[in-house]
């Protein structure tokens, strides 16, 4: 059945490392997010895109994060340098309609341990 | 600012009875709402959303009500199982879907 993939599920890294997690939507969807979890903050929307182009990455610190599409089967998140304070569990999630007010189907996560 | 929030953090139920979570919200311009449901190590799983355009809606085994006068939203489980024990995350929906901090539920066997 039609899934969101998501890889790596885990990483552990230093302080200072780039880090790529990689995100592929369901086919078909034209909507794609990218959420932080960690248990202070709860979920938090960090970006999203819509056909592909980003609509919304207010929640995303630029100096450090980037997301972006470079195609429709792919969504990438990169964090450069990374620091302790990004720890947490990255879900993306695609949504099969045009609006952001549907359904969103999860990734599995994939859980940052940034020493 | 906009804030979506549970009034318990955890709720512990027996097997078989019927389960009640509750959320408050706070922006009266929200126009859809979603309840979630994310097991230990998985990903927010969608349950049954509702716009504000209604009421009441209802699928196997699960009821969202939504009382826009006191900006409230609630998710009733039915015969309540072992398999729904997990995190459940309302998020309401204007411009952009923002999440709660989750209600965990415990069934008592």
């Known amino acids: 059945d039609a899934r969101v993939t998501q890889t790596p599920r885990h990483k552990v890294t230093e302080m200072g490392q780039e880090v790529t997690m990689r995100c592929q939507p369901i086919l078909g969807h034209n909507t794609v997010f990218w959420y932080r979890q960690t248990m202070m903050q709860g979920l938090e929307l960090l970006a999203y895109f819509r056909n592909r182009a980003p609509l919304d990455d207010s929640g995303m610190p630029k100096d450090r994060f980037s997301a972006e599409m470079p195609d429709a089967t792919l969504a990438t998140l990169k964090i450069q340098p990374s620091e302790p304070r990004d720890s947490a569990v990255y879900f993306c999630a695609s949504g099969p309609l045009r609006d952001v007010d549907n359904e969103q189907f999860f990734g599995p996560g994939t859980r940052l341990t940034v020493l | 600012g906009e804030s979506v929030g549970l009034h318990l953090p955890t709720l512990s139920v027996q097997e078989g009875d019927n389960s009640i979570i509750n959320c408050a919200y706070s922006?009266?311009?929200?126009?859809?709402f979603i309840w979630y449901k994310q097991e230990s190590g998985k990903g927010p799983q969608f349950i049954i959303d509702?716009?504000?355009?209604?009421d009441k809606r209802q699928g196997q085994r699960v009821t969202v009500l939504l009382n826009k006068t006191v900006k409230h939203l609630s998710l009733q489980i039915a015969a309540t199982q072992p398999g729904d024990s997990a995190v459940y995350f309302c998020?309401?929906?204007?411009?952009?879907?923002?999440f709660g901090q989750g209600t965990r539920l415990t069934i008592n066997p």
């Open positions: 509702i716009r504000s355009n209604m």
């Open positions: 998020a309401e929906n204007n411009q952009k879907l923002v």
């Open positions: 922006n009266s311009a929200s126009d859809y």
